[in-house]
């Protein structure tokens, strides 16, 4: 499956490429442009002002901007991540508030749920608390302190960030939705990356930031982040298999004169993509994934050493032109593109991690 972009924001994507890798000079406009295109619409139900199209038709979406732009889609994929949120949350205010502008782009939606996932695999605590205001206070306001190290898609114009919360008073940690404009929470500055520069990517330190149920995405955050976990990572598939297609596209342009020696690995690591490809479309529409979490971890530890092979594959086409600056060849980005997919969160380590972790609890149960 595929998902064709739209004539306009093909033309942003390309002409910015280069820019939303190496600086923020166009990253405020990125966010309106996917809004516009209507890509953010994918794979979200028409009751929610979606196209109604399954969630696979969300990956192929982010997977189709990653073709042109790593730091686009990994804006798209938090956005769209954000959005998937809401719509599996139980808060039909915060929806009803909130949608209809993450959809259309005029509000940047971050997923600041990296340290969430680590919790819900016991790799750290959370980073955000939440005591009650006053012994007297309204009920069910609270203040939260507490840091998110990394956050992505956090627009200096407005944004709204998820973020999970472990409660002082031994209550079930939560995940909550915060505007950026709430008083208490502080935006570093965009950190100091090695490409990816336009993604808008900082810091937040929060202290004594007032919350309510209004806020709240779900309450209980250790049976809702399993539950949403599969859109999660399935969606940030999408990174692995746009940035693989170009840098096989690219292989087999630069790799014309080649073709006997490069031919073959070209054709096989395409076969590979497209069969991993499909069995996880498959997979996120037919929601196997949240019974089986770990065949979903190995697809994504898959497609991560397709991305990793298609960019050697490109380089060894493109040859030395691909160590010149002077050449509009694309390579040296999607070079640095490929390097970050290993460490997203989840990143690979932590993932093989997390399958070891699931071999030896299977282990023990069949031999108890």
Not at 265 to 284: F, K, V
Request: charged share 20%.
């Amino acid at each position: 499956m595929s998902t064709l972009l739209p004539a306009d924001l093909t033309a942003f994507l390309e002409r910015h490429a280069a820019s939303l890798d190496e600086s923020a000079a166009h990253a405020d406009a990125l966010v309106p442009a996917l809004g516009a295109s209507g890509l953010l619409a994918e794979g979200v139900p028409t009751a929610h002002g979606g196209s109604g199209t399954p969630l696979s038709a969300g990956v192929c979406a982010i997977a189709a901007v990653a073709r042109h732009s790593l730091a686009a889609a990994f804006v798209a994929w938090g956005q769209r991540a954000f959005i998937e949120y809401l719509v599996r949350g139980r808060n039909a205010g915060l929806r009803e508030r909130w949608l209809p502008d993450l959809l259309t782009g005029r509000i940047a939606g971050a997923t600041g749920l990296s340290n969430a996932m680590k919790f819900l695999s016991g790799i750290e605590s959370l980073g955000l608390s939440a005591r009650p205001r006053s012994p007297g206070g309204a009920p069910g306001m609270l203040d939260l302190s507490g840091s998110v190290p990394w956050a992505t898609n956090l627009r200096p114009a407005g944004f709204l960030v998820a973020v999970a919360v472990a409660r002082e008073d031994g209550g079930a940690p939560f995940v909550a939705a915060l505007p950026s404009s709430r008083a208490g929470l502080q935006r570093s500055a965009d950190l100091d990356l090695i490409g990816l520069r336009g993604t808008r990517t900082a810091s937040l330190a929060l202290r004594d930031l007032p919350l309510s149920d209004d806020d709240l995405i779900a309450a209980d955050a250790r049976t809702w982040l399993p539950a949403v976990r599969p859109a999660f990572l399935g969606l940030q598939c999408g990174l692995s298999i746009g940035l693989a297609r170009a840098c096989l596209d690219a292989a087999r342009q630069h790799g014309v004169h080649a073709k006997a020696v490069l031919g073959e690995p070209i054709e096989a690591a395409d076969r590979a993509l497209t069969e991993t490809e499909a069995t996880l479309l498959a997979g996120l529409d037919d929601g196997r994934f949240r019974a089986a979490p770990a065949s979903l971890f190995e697809l994504r530890i898959r497609l991560a050493g397709i991305v990793l092979e298609a960019a050697q594959l490109e380089l060894q086409a493109a040859g030395g032109r691909a160590y010149h600056r002077d050449q509009p060849l694309g390579f040296a980005r999607r070079w640095r593109e490929a390097a970050f997919i290993p460490i997203v969160t989840p990143s690979l380590s932590q993932l093989r991690g997390e399958l070891l972790r699931h071999r030896e609890r299977s282990t023990l149960a069949a031999a108890a």
